[in-house]
């Protein structure tokens, strides 16, 4: 028979090990859990860095974006009270908040654009896309109205 001296040991041991291994792991765990709380942290000060940088630069004459879909020309900046003018057509104007500004709208050249390869020749012509004057069309310049053979 086993002593209970030895078996109370043996127990003892196992759960030592099994312990120690939780352990690890739980550190382990809070070890990824830092590293993910630290890169959320870092990207959204990044973030928030690069749009004060933006706001920073706003000059009139600015093509903008605000976050709600409206562009717009910069006409006047408070950097004081964080408002901006902005012209949304000629003669309508609008007073947004500098944080309501998404993005700077910068022109592409035409000349930057890629060129293309298709010309109108490549273009299939699709008869059920015709225009409205084809003569074999079922939507003909001519309509013959159903009722009218109705009366006769």
Do not use: C, W
């Not at 030895?6 to 690890?24: D, K, P, R």
């Not at 890169?39 to 940088?53: L, N």
């Not at 007073?95 to 390869?117: R, Y």
């Not at 010309?119 to 079922?138: C, L, M, R």
Request: charge should be negative; proline fraction near 5%; avoid cysteine.
């Amino acid at each position: 028979m086993i002593n209970n001296a030895e078996l109370t040991t043996v127990v003892a041991q196992a759960q030592g090990g099994q312990e120690g291994g939780s352990g690890m792991f739980m550190l382990l765990m809070l070890a990824v859990l830092a590293l993910l709380f630290f890169m959320m942290i870092r990207r959204s000060r990044k973030a928030m860095k690069t749009q004060q940088e933006q706001r920073a630069s706003l000059q009139p004459g600015m093509e903008v974006m605000t976050t709600f879909g409206l562009f717009g020309t910069i006409t006047q900046v408070d950097h004081d009270d964080n408002k901006a003018i902005m012209e949304l057509s000629p003669g309508q104007y609008a007073t947004i908040h500098l944080q309501a500004i998404g993005q700077v709208v910068e022109e592409t050249d035409p000349e930057q654009l890629p060129e293309s390869d298709i010309t109108v020749d490549d273009i299939p012509d699709y008869p059920e896309q015709a225009g409205p004057d084809t003569k074999n069309s079922d939507y003909g310049s001519e309509y013959n109205d159903p009722r009218d053979d109705r009366d006769r």
